[in-house]
């Protein structure tokens, strides 16, 4: 909204924002997938989760890579992000990081079961929302984000 100050007018930029992040790790045509459960974002994803308060954005994702896999991740490049306006007026901003350097034993975590899947086969399992396009920004180096909005008072998203 913009606002005078000393005949000078500014436009307020300023928006409340949820960060989160989510990591590819892969090696030799496979990837790591969380099967996520308890939550209303449910099925085959790339593991990751949010952002601390005063947390850097690269330590925030290896932060929750061990947490969710037991693997420490090294060199997590950002490759994209996904967004969208949520109800209230504030934005959600998944930032999509992906890396093959890693290092740690395996394990699952509460938030679901974690393995590693061929990368072309991941069609055909039971992907969250929207993960079949998401991979496609992990993927298309021309690609670099998912972008959510309502039209018609229905949620679509273009990739940019």
Known sequence: MPSAKKG????????TVTLTNMCMIYKDGQVLVQNKVGSSYNGITFPGGHVEKNEA???AVIREIYEETGLTI????LCGIKDW???DGSRYIVLLYKTDKFCGQL???HEGEVFWAEL?????MKLALDMEDMLKVF?????SE???????DKWVHDLK
């Open 8 to 15: 000078v007018i500014s436009i307020d930029r300023k928006e």
């Open 57 to 59: 954005f690269a330590d």
């Open 74 to 77: 090294q060199y997590p490049k």
């Open 85 to 87: 306006t949520e109800a």
């Open 107 to 109: 394990k699952a975590s």
């Open 120 to 124: 072309d086969k991941l069609s055909k």
């Open 139 to 143: 993927l298309d180096d021309s690609l």
């Open 146 to 152: 998912f972008y959510y909005y309502l039209k018609d």
